[in-house]
Each structure stands twice: as C-alpha cells, then as structure tokens.
C-alpha cells in the first residue's frame, strides 16, 4: 500500500525550513527518502530503520516513528539545490525483504 | 561509490518492436536490482525485482511476457520490452542494491518513446 506523503508542494524562500511527512497504514521497517530533479533519476538521501531511529547529513534530517509508522524529513536553511521532488519509500516487511513502495512525492520548490 | 548506469539514455522505437535496456552496477556487486516505471509527475512504480542467477518476480499486472528481464551477473540486468506499443512510453529506472546494504542506488533512467 503506498505511503501518503505530505504536503503535496510548498515553495520556499532561500534559507526558510521545511518538513516533509510520509505515512504509512502499514507497520513499516524502513523508511527510505530520495530526491529527484526534473529529467534525472532519484538520489539516496537517507535510510531509517525501525528502532526510531533519527538521522542528519548537515542540514537535512529525519526522523522515523515506528508506532505511528510515520517519518518527516526536515530541510533547515534552505538552498536552491534543494529544489527537486521527494520521495518517500517504504518497506514493511522485516529484514529480507529490500521492495520498496513509493509515496507521490513532494514537490519543493526553492526561490531566491 | 555506488554507481548505477543505464544504457541507453533514451529512445525512440517503432510500434512492434523491441527494446533492451541496460543497467550496470559499476563499483558494486548488485544482489538485487530492481525495475521501475514513473509516468511524468508521477511515482515510481515498481516492475519487477530481480536476484542473479533467479526468475525476476514481477509485480501484480506487470506482464512478464513483455517485459523480459535477465539479471546474468552480480552488475548486469537487462529489461527487454517487446512489441513495443506507445503505451509503453515511458521513463524506466533500474536501482541496485549489494548485499551489505539496504538502500538502493537508481541509474540515470531511460526515456523509452514509442511511435
């Protein structure tokens, strides 16, 4: 079942916060977030492991709730190179199973 | 590190035939690769998963007889599309995975258009 991501869109201000949520009505093992641009595939931005775990690469960071099977990513400050479309991908069976279902993707956009 | 490519970029085919697609792990050993399908702002739709050396699994109302899939070594897989129809049209991405990881690394993807 896909997860639910949301907000669908939001626009932000260079150096403005945003967080973006993915749920899932399935007990969720992993969560895996992705960015896309425009014409160009996904690229890995972090994986959260059940354990409610939270995760950070300089300024974007996320965090896994196991009992509410939900995960946020949260980008502070900001950059034009953050534009792009997120995707949530999730995996809800346990360790040997590596199938992920994608949410629809957020799309944010970032304006000078 | 872990490098995916997919060969080639794009195409463009006549209805009625086929089309191989290449995904290349190129810095690991790829225990699992997996095929999606992503329509313009869409999601990405999973294909099929496919391990070396074993029949690809597809998923429900993904026709195995048309979409061929050959994963013959740890950094090789191949989708064939056969009998391409327009409807086919489409941006196909491959991703990887080594044994030692969870996540998966995508390839470049290919734009398939079929007139």
């Known amino acids: 079942q896909q997860p639910v991501q949301s907000p669908q869109a939001v626009i932000l201000r260079e150096g403005e916060d945003a967080v973006i949520n993915c749920s899932s009505s399935?007990?969720?093992?992993?969560v895996h977030w992705y960015r896309q641009k425009h014409g160009e595939a996904p690229v890995f931005l972090m994986i959260?492991?059940?354990?409610?775990e939270q995760k950070g690469h300089e300024k974007i960071s996320a965090s896994f709730n196991e009992k509410k099977q939900q995960s946020s990513l949260y980008l502070t400050a900001s950059q034009l190179s953050y534009s792009g479309t997120y995707f949530c991908?999730?995996?809800?069976?346990?360790?040997?199973?590596?199938?992920?279902?994608f949410g629809k993707g957020t799309k944010l956009s970032v304006i000078p | 590190g872990a490098v995916v490519s997919q060969h080639p970029s794009w195409v463009i085919c006549k209805s009625g035939t086929s089309v191989k697609i290449e995904c290349r792990s190129l810095d690991f050993q790829a225990t699992t690769m997996f095929w999606y399908r992503q329509f313009p702002k869409q999601s990405l739709m999973l294909m099929a998963t496919s391990n070396e050396g074993s029949k690809a699994t597809y998923e429900q109302g993904v026709e195995k007889d048309k979409f061929l899939i050959n994963h013959a070594s740890l950094t090789l897989s191949t989708l064939t599309v056969t009998s391409a129809h327009p409807e086919d049209s489409s941006f196909y991405i491959c991703?990887?995975?080594?044994?030692?990881?969870?996540?998966?690394?995508f390839g470049p993807g290919t734009r398939l258009t079929v007139t």
């Open positions: 991908g999730t995996a809800s069976s346990g360790a040997g199973s590596y199938q992920l279902t």
């Open positions: 959260l492991l059940k354990g409610g």
């Open positions: 399935k007990a969720l093992y992993s």
């Open positions: 991703s990887a995975r080594a044994d030692y990881l969870y996540e998966q690394y």
